[in-house]
């Protein structure tokens, strides 16, 4: 059976829920706190006010979510990353600290790939 596509109306809601989350990565990255309103955030996201609670039930949800998806995007680009680095350990621990792929890869004394540059060449 096919996967059942979402209507017209969940997508948007997706879209809108994104735009929310985007609005306050950028601001809250951008201030370095937490003391932003609800109005500048939906300002941000271009959408109306009532409409942030269609979606979250107050800042605290929204900076959960933020926070989430933040974290879920960085892991995924660290497994990418670092998808051919061998030793579990070591690989792990580089994980913990986001390194570099060409520097995990000198530490555990592994190959870089012909296209990438050594480590402090660029």
Request: glycine residues 4%; hydrophobic residues 45%; aromatic residues 6%.
């Amino acid at each position: 059976m096919p996967a059942q596509q979402s209507s017209r109306g969940e997508r948007r809601k997706l879209r809108t829920r994104r735009a929310l989350i985007e609005a306050a990565q950028e601001i809250y990255a951008e201030r370095g706190d937490f003391e932003v309103s609800i109005q500048q955030i939906t300002d941000a996201a271009d959408v109306g006010f009532g409409t942030f609670y269609n979606h979250f039930s107050s800042k605290a949800e929204l900076l959960d979510a933020a926070i989430a998806e933040a974290l879920e995007t960085h892991a995924a680009w660290l497994e990418r990353l670092l998808a051919d680095v061998d030793d579990q350990t070591v690989l792990n621990v580089l994980r913990m600290f986001g390194m570099a792929e060409s520097e995990a890869r000198r530490i555990v004394a592994l190959p870089l790939p012909a296209d990438e540059p050594p480590p402090g060449s660029i």
